[in-house]
Each structure stands twice: as C-alpha cells, then as structure tokens.
C-alpha cells in the first residue's frame, strides 16, 4: 500500500549527499514502499533541504525491526553523554 | 506482432498549460493503433514504470507516462523527485487529472492514432487511474490496486479524498486488478466499489488474486506474485484489446 502518511522534523545538522555535505533543514520520517530496499515496506528517512533542491537528499530505507533497533539506540547514546551535552 | 517499438522521452502540454516530462513507447510497423495513459506509482518516474510503458509498446499501443514530479524536481532523480513530492504533501488531484488529460491528447495526435485512449495506473497510480476517468472521457480505465478510493487511510493528506461518490461520473469501461491479501485496498473496499458501480450500470470487472497482496505486478519488490502477474497482464491484453481496438 501507499500509506500517504508523513513525519515532518525541522532540522538542524548536515548530512552528505551525492554532492557531498549541505545543511539539513527537514527530515521526512514514513513507513512505505522503499526505493531500493528488498522489502515491501521500509522506515524511510529522507533528511533533506528542499532550498537546495530536490537532490539535496540523504535517504535511508530501514526494516521496522533496524529502525525501532535504531530509535533505542539513539535514546541510549544521548542518554550517555556527559550531563550538559546532549 | 514483432514487438518491435520506439522509445523516448518527449515534452508534452499538462495542467494548467505546464510543459512537463514524459516517456513515451510506441510501436514500431504498427499503421494504427489504441493509446495508453499509464501513471506511475507513488515512487514515481522510475525504471519499473518506464518498462511497463514499453509493454504496451511491444504489445501494438502507444504509451505516454507523464513524470507527475516534474514541475517541482526537473531534472532529479526519480526517487529524489519522490520524495520531494511526498515532503509537498503529494500531487494534487486535479493536476493528475489535468497531467492524464494532457497525455490523452498527445496520444490522439500521434500519427497513426485510432483515436482510443485508455488510461491504467498502479499503486496510488491506481486511485488516480479511477480518478482520471471519472473526470475525462477515456474508452478503458485499469485500476492496479488502487487505495483510497472508497477510504482514505488514516495519515492521508487532508486534500486526499475518497472517490467513489464520482462513480456516477465513471467515463468508459473499468478493469480492476486486485490482491486478495492486500489492506489498502481490502477486498470488501473493491467489493463495495463494485456495488456501488452496479447501481449506476457502469461496466467493470474485477479480480481478485489469491495469495497476491499489494504491488503483485512490481518484478522489482518482494511483493511480486508471478501467477497473478500473468493472469493479470492476460486480462489487461484482453479488455484493451476489446475497448481500445488496438492490433495484437
């Protein structure tokens, strides 16, 4: 299916592209049919910078078992940085 | 038929007047035939639909699929132009109907025209193959497996709205092409859509494949089903071949 439902995260950070490093200004976050990945639905992750172009693009098409694996562990990094930092 | 076929990509007139990006296949030694409108899924312009659209070529139809992420993402990728589109909220329907109709004419100027035009879609492109001829005079419309037609799924962008209260509205003869394990859309929503076309005497036929979910034509995902591709490639050959007159 086409799930039409999309997350929208404003965005502060860079990511590399195909053209190498921009600023991020936006990360789109759904579940649906992957681009690449052997699945028939991914977590997708589109962090992006639509000012820059439609090209301006890091994607990553995760399994929901890696993207839920994923959210945990970036719960834990960030609860393990020094009082302060994160 | 020899399947042999050219294709390329054009230029073609679209809503509002907009000179958007399209693939073309027709057939080559062919002196005249039907036309297809083919739209792609929501992962866009991509290779898979391209191949699609030369089907039709090697089969004796002209195919025109118009890139409906053009206008925002000239030149991208497809799946940057994807994703760009799905950021935007989607492409709205009334571009896709402007885009298809765009399309059709182009088809029927083409040297060799018969004139007939049919339109099919997959995925969302299904929804919007419904759409499109409930909106134009088409002569065959294929729906792919096409959600939201009856229900919109939760999440949806608030302008996605179902379309079966435009089955009154419905231009020429439906093929629907559905998989029995599919949820978007369930085999009681095609059913309802099929009710719903019984009483205002619009023709249509529909399948539905056992052990066959969403996506059961795309050769390229997992959610390929071999036998309900087949079978479903001879249906599409056979109600084209009927309304769109096309030589095989």
């Not at chain 2, 073609?12 to 083919?38: C, I, Q, T």
């Not at chain 2, 925002?72 to 298809?100: H, L, M, N, T």
């Not at chain 2, 419309?141 to 999440?155: K, M, N, Q, R, W």
Request: hydrophobic share 40%.
């Amino acid at each position: 299916m086409c799930t039409y439902s999309t997350e929208h995260v404003p965005a502060t950070g860079s990511g590399k592209g195909a053209d190498g490093w921009f600023r991020l200004s936006e990360v789109s976050v759904y579940f649906d049919h992957p681009a690449h990945a052997l699945a028939d639905h991914t977590l997708n992750l589109d962090f992006i910078n639509p000012a820059k172009g439609p090209s301006a693009r890091v994607a990553v098409e995760l399994t929901a078992q890696t993207a839920r694996d994923l959210a945990k562990a970036i719960e834990t990094a960030l609860a393990a940085a020094p009082p302060g930092l994160a | 038929m020899n399947e042999a076929l050219t294709a390329e990509t054009v230029m073609m007139k679209a809503h509002d007047g907009a000179e958007v990006e399209a693939y073309l296949a027709r057939p080559d030694g062919v002196e005249s035939f039907g036309s297809v409108v083919v739209i792609h899924h929501l992962p866009g312009y991509d290779s898979a639909t391209k191949e699609i659209t030369r089907k039709f070529a090697a089969h004796g139809y002209a195919a025109l699929m118009p890139n409906l992420y053009h206008r925002d993402s000239p030149g991208a990728s497809p799946d940057d132009a994807a994703a760009a589109a799905r950021a935007k909220g989607g492409v709205p329907d009334e571009q896709v109907v402007g885009d298809a109709g765009g399309a059709a004419a182009y088809l029927r100027g083409l040297p060799g025209s018969n004139g007939k035009v049919g339109v099919i879609g997959y995925c969302s492109g299904g929804r919007q193959s419904f759409l499109v001829a409930c909106s134009l005079q088409f002569d065959a419309a294929v729906d792919c497996y096409g959600g939201a037609v009856v229900h919109v799924p939760e999440g949806a962008p608030a302008s996605m709205k179902p379309l079966i209260g435009m089955s009154e509205n419905l231009s020429c003869p439906l093929l629907g092409l559905f998989g029995a394990d599919d949820q978007f859309p369930t085999p009681a929503e095609t059913a309802e859509l099929s009710r719903t076309l019984d009483t205002f005497a619009k023709p249509h036929e529909f399948h539905t494949f056992n052990g066959a979910g969403h996506a059961f034509f795309s050769v390229d995902r997992p959610s390929y089903r071999v036998e309900a591709a087949v079978e479903g490639w001879d249906k599409i050959w056979a109600f084209f071949g009927q309304h769109l007159a096309a030589g095989e």
